[in-house]
């Protein structure tokens, strides 16, 4: 079983619920990532943005392994032109950080204007020892 996946004569059921539960705080500890690709608009507005970013997902126990930088499209159209790979301690962590009320006022941002992003948040695997 891993993250929310059981078997199918479990799914939507209580018992893959409880069974999914139980795994999940038994030992699923694998970090999650949470992957943006951005376009800026308007660099002044985005700013507001990303200075309430560190601080907001700090608090969420993730760290930046990459944003901006030197990159090189390898396949796909060029259509964004900034990424931001972050990781999470967890799956839902990631996913708390980005509904919670300080990263929504942060966003509100690049929302009006500053910028485009697709956001996506995905759980990383056991690497086994």
Not at 49 to 60: E, L, S, W
Not at 80 to 89: G, T
Not at 93 to 121: L, M, P, T, W
Request: aromatic share 10%.
């Amino acid at each position: 079983m891993k993250g929310t996946t059981c078997c199918p004569r479990y799914r939507a059921s209580i018992d893959c619920l409880i069974k999914v539960a139980a795994f999940n705080l038994i030992g699923n500890t694998v970090p999650a990532y949470w992957i943006s690709r951005c376009i800026i608009n308007d660099p002044v507005v985005y700013k507001r943005y990303t200075d309430q970013v560190p601080d907001i997902i700090a608090k969420y126990g993730a760290k930046v392994l990459a944003r901006g930088g030197h990159f090189q499209i390898m396949e796909g159209p060029e259509v964004f032109k900034r990424f931001v790979v972050i990781e999470f301690p967890t799956f839902a962590s990631a996913v708390e950080c980005f509904q919670s009320d300080a990263y929504k006022a942060a966003a509100s941002h690049r929302r009006n204007g500053g910028g485009i992003v697709e956001n996506v948040i995905v759980e990383g695997v056991e690497i086994p020892s």
